[in-house]
């Protein structure tokens, strides 16, 4: 069954860093483009970056680009973005989903994991 | 970057009544395969946006036919035909032609 599965909430001092995973389940890993946006308390969602399954291509959003690192691990299926320098307003769900992409475009987010919530304080 | 607005914010609904939303860009989200690239989303208080709509107006999996999008270039609809008690929540757009991938800031739909 197609899926994805965070892990859990975390707690973080300003300047700590942090690391999320995400547990794919069916042929996402191999198969499917994964994005990772984030969602501030009451806000709209924020995209932060997109990894295409043969890890090539990975977009990171400029606001985050060196400080957020995308990753992937092929024994377990499982992606990961690690933020650091984490300030106050990084506290948010983050939420990665399965989406459908070109070189430069990307549609239909069809699957997303439950969400992740990271406190920073 | 796409600067997405939708409008209303606050959509007041009755059980039964139609309902439309509106989405705008400030470009235009057609792709050069003819698609425009705008996809909306659901998302319920506590849980993660579910996709409703994609490529402006393709149902997803699952998504009752009282759903329908349309639109091309920089404005985009969503309109439910007949509102049910499931479909409170806040409504998103996201185009997804060019990064940073950007969502509107939502409206908000519940019972009058």
């Known amino acids: 069954q197609v899926q994805l599965v965070q892990s859990g909430a975390e707690v973080k001092k300003p300047g700590a860093s942090v690391k999320i995973s995400c547990k794919t389940y069916?042929?996402?890993?191999?198969?499917?483009?994964v994005s990772w946006v984030r969602q501030a308390p009451g806000q709209g969602p924020e995209w932060l970056a997109t990894?295409?399954?043969?890890?090539?291509?990975?977009k990171v959003a400029q606001n985050f680009q060196g400080r957020l690192t995308v990753s992937r691990d092929t024994s377990t299926s499982t992606l990961y973005i690690e933020l650091s320098g984490l300030r106050h307003h990084d506290t948010a769900v983050y939420y990665c989903?399965?989406?459908?992409?070109?070189?430069?475009?990307?549609?239909?987010?069809?699957?997303w994991g439950q969400g992740t919530l990271i406190t920073v304080s | 970057d796409i600067v997405m607005t939708q409008s209303p914010l606050f959509l007041p609904v009755t059980p039964g009544e139609p309902a439309s939303m509106s989405c705008r860009s400030n470009?235009?989200?057609?792709?050069?395969?003819?698609?425009?690239?705008l996809d909306w989303y659901l998302q319920k208080p506590g849980q993660s946006p579910h996709l409703l709509i994609f490529?402006?107006?393709n149902r997803a999996s699952g998504v009752p036919d009282r759903f329908s999008g349309s639109g091309s270039g920089t404005d985009f609809t969503l309109k439910i035909s007949r509102v049910e008690a499931d479909d409170v929540g806040i409504y998103y757009c996201?185009?997804?032609?060019?990064?940073?991938?950007?969502f509107g800031p939502g409206t908000k739909v519940d019972f009058k």
């Open positions: 996201m185009q997804g032609l060019q990064t940073p991938f950007t």
């Open positions: 990894i295409d399954p043969l890890d090539v291509i990975s």
């Open positions: 069916g042929d996402i890993f191999t198969k499917n483009y």
């Open positions: 470009q235009s989200l057609q792709h050069n395969s003819g698609y425009a690239y």
């Open positions: 490529l402006a107006s």
């Open positions: 989903a399965r989406g459908y992409c070109g070189r430069e475009s990307c549609y239909k987010f069809d699957q």
